[in-house]
């Protein structure tokens, strides 16, 4: 008898209360001990787990509490929700953790500050009832985390955390509670409650702007999900009616007027209009539309009005299509493993059972009071050891680095993305509104040897006559003239010819404005400027030729001017040892002349959305750590996909929300700057690790006795605290260092 594999099934499980790369690891780790996993990988990001299991063997449920077991929150995807339902959902909880960190933050710092500034005999008074309190309901996940940590033989972050401000309370209980125990054996019953608050407060600030970066990354996804109408205009029986987009049937005849967004996909059967693609292409130029060609929900309808078929709807859709990319983008990016917590893997056991060692040694070996003085050296060890400038390592160059960032016109989202731009090795740029201006204007303005008509005289004529039309090319020849100062004159008998130009009369002299095929049509032949025009055409320009009464008058052409800062920019980027690629969704002719232009090598053109999240990956899957930067909805899953998103501040909300980075200024320059930034602060954070870790092998031992049978030397626990704070303070310091950056 034969058995019928069964299909791994792949499930997006929510997970809640990640703070860190190590909380990420333990999640993942507990999933894929899971019998019937094939694979799990979980993204902190995106606060989500998707997990590949076989459903013969597990079941979703079964996950979530695995999930659970760890000491974070997670539930069972609801059945048929779609994406954008998932999302409001994802949206909501992420919102929810920010409010509450926040507020716990706030409270606990509170309380630490006030605590600060409390005589002693009040302190020891008053505020063991409070820190305890602080510990309860602000800091209650760190102890459970850690102890679900403990159960699974492991430790991390949260295991400092716990064990550090644990001991510290426990300590300073006994003394509050028992003075004279410690005074009588000759030590100082010293307490550490404003410590252990402060501590919980200072990371629980942490986490809370961890959480509200990840709401700032949702925005995106947001963004992409409004371009979607919420109602479309469709034709029933002899009259055309309102109804929901989620009533639109395959096969309905939708009705779109001029200003409108497409709702959904499908194909022209009737009318004819200029729709604006943006949000496909990137490209600023609309594209004409006739029956039989195909248009895309959340598209604009800029001039005319048609009616269309629709044919893909729902979760096959382009728009929905795009979302999916951005979800999938999003939840497949591996964030970068923090080297405090790293470090920390190691670190935390191997304290702990220094611990454990300086208790027993102290208690076997001391000659007075060897129970007391074995606590002491063991909670010194443990104070010592506390996170706090391990902790600040990196969270304090992040600080200074985005800082900085900002004043050079680099808005960089938290340290991951700081972390990820440092080993870029490619950079690709899109091209229009990225490399271009992003808005056509006229560059050539030529008119035929011996001609009486001045350029000048040509271009007011021909403006006149399109300030009548609605085509993208009249607006950009109207707007240039306007410019100049030039005084346009009405125009008369104008007509649009679909697809070839617009003819009118313009001070007694009939115009005619288009391609060669308009011109043909009145017996004007283009050959004395048909050289000049294919050259402008192999630069990546738009010839459009001028007839004036029957007899060729001229010739302009209008194209997206590349910045004027995009060569310098590009060629710093090359000089830093980085590869350049163009990728555009516009012809490979035009992207050539402008990578001729701006100086870079390698071109890829023709491509939607989808193709560039490919080119990404195929990039990726080579060894190559990209840097994306674009600036229209087109790319944001480009921008999700890329291991570093940089969006052009002058672009669209969703891809400046679905990047990494954000330029300001909409300057290429400001890559070369923030991969700059990023490699200076790399080093920042590896110097204040090793400070912050080179004190705690130093001052371990010290806390431990080493130096006691030579020179009667202990570290109590008020220096093991003071020997903490200076080691915060020397890595505070360093990341100061950040703020005079200078990058050429």
Request: glycine letters at 8%.
């Amino acid at each position: 008898m034969t058995t019928t594999a069964v299909e791994p099934v792949k499930v997006t499980i929510p997970v809640g209360g990640m703070t860190c790369a190590g909380c990420q690891a333990g999640v993942q780790n507990a999933l894929q001990r899971q019998p019937g996993v094939v694979d799990a990988s979980v993204n902190l990001m995106t606060g989500s787990a998707a997990v590949t299991y076989d459903p013969a063997v597990t079941r979703p449920e079964a996950l979530v509490e695995a999930i659970r077991e760890t000491g974070y929150e997670a539930e069972v995807p609801a059945a048929g929700r779609t994406a954008f339902e998932e999302q409001e959902v994802r949206d909501h909880a992420q919102e929810e953790e920010f409010k509450e960190l926040r507020a716990k933050a706030l409270v606990s710092g509170a309380v630490g500050l006030l605590a600060m500034f409390l005589p002693m005999p009040l302190m020891m008074t008053l505020m063991a009832p409070v820190a305890l309190a602080v510990m309860v309901w602000a800091g209650r996940h760190f102890y459970v985390r850690a102890w679900k940590s403990f159960r699974h033989h492991s430790a991390d972050m949260n295991t400092l955390i716990a064990v550090g401000t644990g001991a510290a309370f426990l300590y300073s209980v006994i003394a509050t509670a028992a003075p004279g125990f410690f005074l009588r054996r000759g030590l100082q019953p010293d307490v550490y409650y404003e410590a252990v608050v402060m501590i919980i407060a200072l990371i629980l600030a942490g986490n809370a702007l961890e959480a509200r970066a990840k709401i700032r990354t949702s925005a995106a996804l947001r963004g992409l999900i409004a371009l979607q109408p919420k109602t479309a205009r469709v034709l029933r029986g002899d009259s055309e009616m309102d109804i929901p987009i989620e009533e639109v049937r395959s096969g309905d005849t939708v009705v779109v007027r001029p200003g409108d967004r497409v709702p959904v996909d499908g194909e022209v059967v009737s009318g004819a209009s200029a729709v604006d693609e943006s949000m496909l292409t990137g490209e600023s130029m609309p594209v004409e539309k006739g029956p039989g060609d195909r248009v895309i929900g959340g598209t604009i309808n800029r001039t005319g009005a048609f009616r269309y078929r629709a044919t893909t709807l729902g979760a096959d859709s382009m728009l929905a299509r795009i979302v999916q990319l951005m979800r999938e983008a999003q939840g497949s990016r591996a964030p970068i493993q923090r080297l405090a917590d790293r470090i920390s893997a190691v670190f935390v056991p191997v304290v702990l059972q220094i611990a454990v060692v300086t208790f027993v040694v102290w208690f076997v070996a001391a000659d007075q009071a060897p129970a007391v003085r074995a606590f002491a050296a063991a909670v010194a060890v443990l104070i010592i050891a506390c996170p706090c400038a391990m902790g600040l390592a990196v969270p304090t160059a992040v600080m200074v680095a985005t800082g900085r960032g900002a004043e050079l016109g680099a808005l960089i989202k938290g340290g991951e993305a700081l972390q990820r731009a440092g080993d870029v090795t490619h950079v690709v740029l899109d091209k229009t509104g990225t490399v271009t201006e992003g808005r056509p204007t006229v560059t050539d303005v030529v008119v035929p040897p011996g001609s009486t008509r001045s350029a000048e005289d040509l271009l007011r004529l021909v403006a006149s006559l399109e300030a009548s039309s609605e085509h993208p090319l009249a607006d950009a020849i109207v707007r240039y003239a306007k410019d100049l100062g030039l005084k346009l004159s009405p125009a008369e008998a104008f007509q649009s010819v679909t697809g070839r130009g617009a003819v009118a009369v313009v001070e007694g002299s009939a115009l005619a404005v288009g391609n060669e095929a308009l011109l043909a049509d009145y017996a004007v032949a283009v050959d004395p400027l048909r050289a000049e025009a294919e050259r402008l055409s192999s630069e990546g320009r738009t010839p459009i030729y001028v007839a004036a009464d029957g007899a060729l008058a001229g010739l302009l052409a209008v194209a997206d001017p590349i910045k004027t800062t995009s060569r310098q920019a590009i060629a710093r980027l090359k000089g830093m040892g980085l590869q350049v690629v163009l990728l555009t969704g516009d012809n490979r002719r035009t992207a050539e002349a402008v990578a001729r232009e701006a100086g870079v090598d390698r071109v890829v053109a023709g491509v939607l959305p989808d193709g560039k999240v490919e080119e990404i990956r195929r990039l990726q899957n080579e060894g190559a750590v990209v840097a994306m930067v674009g600036d229209g909805i087109n790319d944001a899953p480009a921008l999700a996909q890329a291991d570093v998103g940089i969006a052009v501040g002058s672009g669209t909300d969703v891809a400046i929300e679905a990047s990494d980075v954000t330029l300001m200024r909409g300057d290429l320059s400001g890559v070369a700057d923030a991969i700059a930034l990023s490699r200076r602060t790399m080093r920042t954070m590896k110097q204040n690790l090793f400070w912050a870790f080179i004190y705690n092998v130093v001052g371990i031992p010290v806390a431990a006795g080493v130096l006691y049978p030579v020179f009667g030397l202990l570290l109590s626990p008020i220096l093991a605290s003071a020997a903490m704070a200076f080691s915060s303070v020397s890595v505070v310091t360093n990341s100061l260092r950040l703020r005079r950056a200078r990058f050429a």
